[in-house]
């Protein structure tokens, strides 16, 4: 999903565009993950461009697995400014070997899946769990 030139989407909008809740929205700005969200004399919540973006950002990050703990961190890093650079750096690294781990140990099960799928489409009798 690519961010476009929406300017001062709605929750709800915002909620369809990136299929999620408007209460997991609320939750990711309580965490501080993105925003505050400004709000209009109405109350209403107008998501800006950036709030977008964070938002995809936030979006894709979690579902790759990421913490919230790593993101709030990270987040918080990355608006104080350039001077964080090389700690957020060595996050993204850090996170980046967390998440090989994942896709190889998904690449192995992913492996084993098709090898047991194989034995029963070719009537073996499959007598091993392995």
Request: glycine share 6%; with cysteine.
């Amino acid at each position: 999903m690519r961010v476009g030139d929406e300017e001062n989407m709605q929750i709800s909008e915002v909620a369809q565009k990136f299929g999620l809740t408007q209460d997991t929205l609320r939750y990711y700005e309580r965490e501080g993950l993105i925003g505050p969200i400004a709000k209009g004399d109405n109350g209403i919540r107008n998501y800006t461009e950036n709030d977008l973006q964070r938002i995809q950002f936030v979006k894709c990050m979690r579902a790759a697995g990421l913490e919230i703990s790593f993101l709030k961190r990270y987040i918080q890093l990355f608006d104080e400014g350039d001077e964080t650079i090389k700690e957020r750096r060595e996050i993204l690294v850090e996170q980046r070997k967390i998440l090989k781990k994942k896709l190889d140990d998904m690449q192995e099960a992913y492996d084993r899946l098709n090898m047991k799928i194989d034995l029963y489409d070719k009537n073996i009798l499959d007598k091993s769990l392995m």
